[in-house]
């Protein structure tokens, strides 16, 4: 009776072992009309050396209403690249990653909110925009060099 006992504790603690962990990479609950506001590229390791952390770049839209990013260029390092948009607008804006063949795309955003695309991006040159129409023709777009 005592070995069954036992056997039931194993188990039990065998089971909560099993949901302990795990990846929690989940939205982070953006109101976007895209639910892809991540990027599904593959999570391959891209030469570059320097351990492969990844990273993550903050662009903000014109608090002001201008149709613009705060930063009309960013760098980063090959690899896994975040780019975290905040909307303090009261207009909508997103942010899209486009170059060297890789499209991506947030999902739209409204005032106070934030979203973020990502990738894993070789060495080059991209641009990020937002493509809520008529704000990249407007200027809302910036260069993003890839070392």
Known sequence: MRSLSII??????ALIGAGCGGDDDSSSGNSGSSSSNTSTTKQSSSGGGGGGAAQ???LSADAGGALKFDKSSLT???GKVTIVLDNPS????????EGKGLEEKSGT?????TTKVSADLKAGTYEYYCPVDG?????????????
């Open 109 to 113: 955003i409204g005032q106070g909110q």
């Open 8 to 13: 039931a504790l194993l188990a039990a603690l």
């Open 56 to 58: 993550t770049l903050k």
């Open 135 to 147: 704000h990249k023709a407007a200027g809302m777009k910036g260069t993003l060099t890839v070392q």
């Open 76 to 78: 980063a390092k090959a």
């Open 90 to 97: 009261s207009l909508p804006h997103a942010v899209e990653l």
